[in-house]
C-alpha cells in the first residue's frame, strides 16, 4: 500500500529566507511523487513532479523538491521565500507498478511567511 | 478556458435532501476523480473514472453514486444528505500516469 507523509503541520519562515516543506513516502514500487499548493478557498495547483531522471526537480514559483530514494523523501525547497507563498501545501505519491493507481496525499503543511 | 469546471461552487441543504455536483474537464484526459476535503483539510479520494468506466471505488457509503456520461464528464449523486458529509468535493482529471488537475471545488454544507 502506498502513503505519504508530511511531518509538520505548520511551517513559518522569514520572507527572504530559504523554506523547506518535508515530505517521505511509502510506495511497493516505483514513486511518482507531486506537491501541490492550496490557497483560501481554491482548488489544488501543481507545482511539481517527479517522474524520472534529475533528482532535482524545479516547478512553478520557484520552487523546487529533491528526491531521495534512499530516505524516501521529496522535500520541497526554495530558496527565497516571499508572503505570497503562504498556503497549504501537500505532497502526493503514486504508485506506477500499480494497476488502476490513485494519487494519495499527505495531510498538507501549512506555510506561512512573515514580513 | 476553464479545464476543470465544477457546479455550483457553493451548496447549502438540508439533512434527508438529495444533491448532484457536476463537472466536466475540455483537457481531452481519459480519467476523472472525486475527492473529498474535510475539515482538517485531509484530501481522501473517493471514485475514479476512466473513460466512463469505474476503476476506483473507496470505502464511501451507497449515498454516494457517480456518473459518468462520457469522460469529459463526471458528475458525484448524494442520497439522504447527512451533516458528516459537510465538506468540500474536488473533481479531478489526469492523463497517463502525469498529475492531476483539480477544479475549483464544491463547498458542501448540510444543515
Known amino acids: 500500500a502506498q502513503s505519504v507523509a508530511q511531518p509538520e503541520d505548520q511551517v513559518n519562515v522569514a520572507e527572504g529566507n530559504p523554506l523547506t516543506v518535508k515530505c517521505t513516502y511509502s510506495v511497493s514500487g516505483n514513486p511518482y511523487l507531486f506537491w501541490y499548493v492550496q490557497y483560501p478557498n481554491r482548488g489544488l495547483q501543481f507545482l511539481l513532479k517527479?517522474?524520472?531522471?534529475?533528482?532535482l526537480v524545479k516547478g512553478s514559483y520557484g520552487f523546487e523538491a529533491e528526491f531521495n530514494k534512499s530516505q524516501t523523501s521529496f522535500h520541497l525547497k526554495k530558496p527565497s521565500a516571499l508572503v505570497s507563498d503562504s498556503a497549504l501545501y501537500f505532497c502526493?505519491?503514486?504508485?506506477?507498478?500499480?494497476?488502476?493507481?490513485?494519487?494519495?496525499f499527505g495531510s498538507g503543511t501549512r506555510l506561512s511567511i512573515r514580513p | 478556458d476553464t479545464a476543470v469546471s465544477q457546479t455550483p461552487k457553493y451548496l447549502v441543504t438540508q439533512m434527508g435532501n438529495d444533491k448532484s455536483i457536476k463537472c466536466e474537464q475540455n483537457l481531452g484526459h481519459d480519467t476523472m476523480y472525486w475527492y473529498k476535503q474535510d475539515s482538517k483539510k485531509f484530501l481522501k479520494i473517493m471514485f475514479s473514472?476512466?473513460?466512463?468506466?469505474?476503476?476506483i471505488n473507496e470505502t464511501v457509503p451507497n449515498r454516494f453514486s457517480p456518473k459518468s456520461p462520457d469522460k469529459a464528464h463526471l458528475n458525484l449523486h448524494i442520497n439522504s444528505l447527512e451533516l458528516g458529509d459537510s465538506a468540500v468535493y474536488f473533481c479531478?482529471?489526469?492523463?497517463?500516469?502525469?498529475?492531476?488537475?483539480f477544479g475549483s471545488g464544491t463547498r458542501l454544507t448540510v444543515v
Open positions: 473514472y476512466n473513460n466512463k468506466e469505474l476503476i
Open positions: 517527479y517522474i524520472t531522471g534529475d533528482n
Open positions: 502526493a505519491v503514486r504508485d506506477i507498478t500499480s494497476s488502476a493507481s490513485k494519487i494519495i
Open positions: 479531478a482529471s489526469s492523463q497517463g500516469s502525469g498529475g492531476y488537475t
